[in-house]
């Protein structure tokens, strides 16, 4: 990618959709949905605006936004159909009659919504990265964004458009210790991610777990924080405290537990939300230990055991 792009990716969506000299203004020139040749030429021209059919429209096979509010979706479906879409899509032609969708899927979703045939949109060229790059930039500079959305977005231009953090943070706007809390959410169980997703705990709480290193405490916590309904720095204090109680110190080493055992233990750490041990000697005997963090969790425990 050149550096002119680089420069053009960093300064955000105005750099690149509204601001870029090789975009032209908006002008509708089909009058029908035949494209005269005339919008042919138009149209080959990088960054151009025209009218294009909704069925030439392909979804960018690459855009990291899987979920879309469908209230929100006829909110602006009934904008459109009385307004008018204002502002274009951003696309990539790919044949004589077909483009593939870069930034709007939401607008084009809407514009479908509202019945229309035919949608104004900025023609651009762009490669599978450069795609990429884009879809994610937009999606990342949305208010509405979850943090578990955009550290997926970080992960993926990562991973996908061979970034460093430090690029990364150029292209989107942000320093390298905001874009390295995003990606140390996706360490969390994904338990606690998808309560981040959906709103339940704050960002606030995850970065408050993320201070807790054993996943079955933060498990704990977090269950904690849904049931209680757990501030931030209640839940800092709850960190602190079990990272400063005593570690038992392990003594002799338990034998070596089969496959088979192995997924027991772990099948019953599941179920308990907490570290299951399994102990089992060479002769068949064993124990299970089922540790809790307080009497709370304790009766919790019971509970489950129909104690």
């Known amino acids: 990618m050149s ?78 159909k009385l307004q008018g879409l204002i502002q274009p899509i951003t696309v990539r032609k790919v044949s004589a009659h077909a483009y593939q969708l870069i930034s709007g ?21 762009a490669n599978d990265q450069q795609m990429l790059e884009m879809a994610l930039i937009e999606n990342i500079q949305r208010e509405n964004l979850n943090a578990i959305e955009v550290a997926l977005s970080f992960q993926r231009m990562i991973d996908e458009c061979s970034l460093k953090q430090e690029e990364l943070g150029d292209r989107v706007s942000k320093n390298r210790s905001t874009v390295t809390n995003y990606l140390r959410l996706l360490k969390l ?44 720095r209640k839940v800092e204090e709850m960190g602190r405290d079990i990272q400063k109680a ?15 055992l192995q997924k027991v233990e772990d099948d019953l750490a599941s179920r308990f939300s907490t570290k299951v041990k399994l102990k089992v000697n060479s002769q068949g005997n064993g124990s299970i230990e089922i540790p809790f963090l307080s009497e709370d969790d304790l009766g919790r425990i019971l509970e489950m055991l129909d104690w």
């Open 105 to 125: 899927e939401r607008r084009l979703r809407a514009s479908k919504m509202a019945g229309l045939t035919q949608i104004p949109a900025y023609v651009r060229t």
């Open 246 to 260: 005593p570690q038992k110190k392990e003594g002799k080493q338990p034998e070596t537990l089969s496959y088979q």
């Open 3 to 80: 550096a002119e792009k680089r420069n053009a990716l960093g300064k955000g969506l105005s750099a690149l959709l509204n601001d870029s000299p090789s975009v032209l203004p908006y002008k509708n020139t089909n009058t029908s949905d035949k494209v005269n040749a005339s919008s042919v030429s138009e149209l080959d021209s990088l960054g151009s605006v025209n009218e294009i059919k909704l069925s030439e429209i392909e979804v960018n096979p690459f855009q990291p936004r899987t979920e879309f509010d469908e209230q929100a979706l006829a909110d602006l479906s009934a904008s459109i």
């Open 189 to 232: 169980p994904p338990t606690i991610q998808a309560s981040l997703r959906d709103g339940a705990i704050s960002m606030g709480h995850a970065k408050a777990l993320l201070a807790v290193e054993d996943p079955t405490i933060q498990l704990y916590i977090h269950q904690q924080i849904i049931k209680n309904e757990l501030s931030v």
